[in-house]
């Protein structure tokens, strides 16, 4: 199975700490790299991760608050700098499409690579990305402005070949593409060998999903149903239920309520306020209720 991992880049909010940089992650699926959100200093845990350069596709944004997209002009000033030819898709509210372009006018003028901006409706579910391997979807989310989440489905594989099977009758290299396509193989007096012998079913598809910042949504479960690992802000404990409600946050509590309700496998959370110096409160509060729940740190991997 070829690997899906999400790496951390950055989990905490908008007012920088030294603990924590800025809300940005890497989903690395099948030898492909995306980037959602990219907060100030994002390309600086880019290089502390050896995550390559070169290898990123596009970049997810979820909202237009700085600490989700300051980091992306630097990025693009960076890959420049490294001599960058492909080009590089940016996700984003269609609000975002005049910043980047007065920003790359001013500090990125002369690239050898061109710049993709594709608008993002927040408003709907719908899919934005699709390759051979994976398709990405928004996920509509409540904040204070325009925001969506993102979620990574792997696409369905073909069945897996038994080499013992392929060996005992013979069955030549060429004709190994249609039986993983659902052919069987039929011998010299007729008989034929249905697939099933021949192969073994594919891993299940993997899921992702990203629920950057967003105030609690009763019905946003329904949009993540069963993934296998969900990422939910928890800016705040509910201890500070009523800052949550006013800034448009989620508490550790809800955030576990979004996940035990779509039934999904693993929760993890981060987007942690500066106001806390204790992470664990985050992760006693989330696990009362979803016991399944993980706290994000920079440079945390987590592989599905």
């Known amino acids: 199975m070829l690997p899906f991992k999400i790496h951390i880049l950055g989990c905490g909010s908008a007012l920088p700490t030294l603990k924590h940089y800025a809300s940005s992650q890497i989903v690395e699926i099948r030898n492909k790299l995306f980037m959602i959100d990219c907060g100030e200093g994002s390309q600086l845990q880019l290089r502390r991760s050896k995550i390559s350069f070169s290898k990123l596709t596009a970049i997810f944004i979820s909202h ?18 490294l ?6 898709h940016i996700y ?10 007065d920003e790359m006018e001013a500090f990125c003028n002369s690239l050898d690579f061109e710049v993709v901006f594709h608008k993002v409706d927040t408003t709907t579910s719908n899919v934005v990305y699709e390759d051979k391997t994976v398709t990405v979807t928004t996920i509509p989310l409540d904040h204070r402005i325009p925001c969506c989440g993102y979620l990574f489905h792997e696409k369905q594989t073909l069945p897996h070949i038994r080499p013992d099977m392929i060996k005992f009758y013979n069955i030549p290299t060429c004709y190994i593409n249609n039986i993983k396509n ?9 008989t034929v060998i249905p697939n099933s012998h021949l192969t073994i079913p594919a891993d299940a598809p993997r899921t992702y999903a990203y629920c950057s910042d967003t105030k609690y949504m009763p019905k946003l479960y329904e949009l993540v149903e069963g993934v296998d690992l969900l990422y939910h802000e928890s800016t705040y404990c509910s201890d500070n239920m009523e800052r949550a409600e ?5 508490t550790a ?9 779509a039934h999904v496998k693993r929760l993890i959370i981060g987007h942690y306020s500066s106001r806390y110096q204790d992470e ?5 509060e989330a696990r009362e209720i979803f016991p399944e729940t993980e706290l994000t740190y920079e440079m945390d991997v987590f592989e599905i």
């Not at 659902?182 to 007729?190: I, M, S």
């Not at 006013?246 to 989620?250: F, L, Q």
């Open 280 to 284: 664990s409160v985050f992760l006693k």
């Open 64 to 81: 237009l608050h700085g600490d989700h997209c300051f980091g992306v002009i630097g990025m693009i000033s960076t890959f420049g700098l």
């Open 92 to 101: 984003a509210h269609e609000d975002f499409e005049k910043i980047l372009h």
């Open 253 to 261: 509590a809800q955030a576990a309520t979004v996940a035990r309700d």
């Open 246 to 250: 006013s800034y448009y946050h989620s």
């Open 182 to 190: 659902g052919a069987d193989w039929q011998l010299d007096d007729g």
């Open 83 to 88: 001599g960058r030819t492909a080009p590089l």
